[in-house]
């Protein structure tokens, strides 16, 4: 390996392009491509052309596409250094607790939101979040970092954030780990409740929501209705393993036929045949486990 040659690459990923405030700067990589530096002061009394000192860089933002960075440099011309490091802060906790890498725009829509939830929070103003049971309940994980966020905010800004912040926090990782926008992880909701509503009528159960099978169940639904948006489909089972599994399990069977029937009426998805065989598997786990047989 030519050691001069990859020092100089670093180097020159420290070359500062332009500097967005005290502590946010922006250097080009060796494409040429912004990269956003984030450090407690790597932009005071700094210039384009100087070279960043190493133990100031924090975070390097890399932004998939140019209006991203844009409204992220927009956006960290006017929020506290103190929410950038909260924020990513809480980003950093929700990918390890999750074990696995979030889409990269949730830094500045989780900066955004938390600087507007503050300012709402300062003036007295609470905006209810209605979908706040559905979120407890069948994005249990993501609300728990969501509760886990308001802690780290508390602790280091000084701001007591109400529950449904929760709640608005998970949506926000929700849709950086399926790579959804706020609508349609919304829509995504509805259809999560509307299928538990099928599923409870149709076996006249009550379903155990602590349970496993629920929890695998929701997993399923979430990445099945995912699909569902853009137009992708499962892996293809055998046929002969379709039709053993669909006459196995006949009633979970004919559940989810209501639920193929329902997702083709409410959206623009055809459910294909590979999908019910996931469906009748998870429907029939669940069916079992609510009647403890």
Known sequence: MDMGKTKREEEHLRIIDRVINNNVVVILDLAGKERVIMGKGAGYQKKPGDILKEETIEKIFILSTEKDSSHFLELVREIPYEYMKVSTDIVAYAEISLNKKLNERIHYLLMDHLNFAIERIGKGIIIPNTMLWE?????????????????????????????????????????????????????????????FSIVRYHFQIVIDEESLEYARFVTHLKFFIQRAMQGEHSRVWEKELMEMICFQYQEAYRCAGKIREYIERTTSYVVADEEMVYLCVHIQRLWRASEGI
């Open 135 to 195: 979120i407890k309940h069948y994005y249990s994980h993501e609300f728990r970092i969501g509760m886990e966020a308001l802690d780290i905010i508390r602790r280091h800004i000084g701001v007591e954030l109400p529950e449904e912040e929760a709640g608005f926090i998970a949506l926000h990782i929700l849709n950086s780990e399926m790579d959804l926008d706020m609508h349609a992880s919304k829509e995504m909701t509805k259809i999560i409740q509307d299928v």
